[in-house]
């Protein structure tokens, strides 16, 4: 094995800890807990964080490109997501509290307390 492999192989064990650790159930509910879709049982909060050279992710009336984006926020700001949504591709969006609108998942870190 070469020694990417090796770094490859360690990274996911690691990885896979992780998750364990923090879900208390293992693999398996961790990952069933990123991919619920509906009302979230108590608010998450998120970090913007748009990719690459840009400082801001775009804040929708709706879960999708399609809905008009009326507001932004800037990278690092806090948002609290009240549940998750899919679109009409099948892509996550989270909306926010209190009317802020929708913001699409990929562009969103989860904060860790």
């Known amino acids: 094995m ?5 770094v490859f192989c360690v ?3 690691m990885l896979g800890l992780y998750v364990y650790g923090r879900s ?3 693999i398996e509910s961790a990952i069933e807990a990123e991919s619920y879709v509906g009302v ?3 608010p998450q909060v998120f970090l913007a964080a748009p990719g690459g050279s840009a400082t801001s992710i775009n804040l929708r009336r709706g879960p999708g490109r399609e809905f008009r984006a009326f507001s932004e926020a800037k990278r690092g700001v806090r948002l609290i997501g009240t549940a ?3 679109d009409s591709e099948g892509a996550s969006w989270i909306e926010l509290e209190s009317g802020q609108g929708f913001a699409k998942e990929s562009v969103l870190v989860k904060e860790v307390k």
């Open 24 to 26: 208390g159930q293992g």
């Open 40 to 42: 979230f049982s108590s």
């Open 11 to 13: 990274a996911v064990m």
């Open 2 to 6: 070469t020694n990417g492999g090796k």
């Open 84 to 86: 998750r949504r899919l």
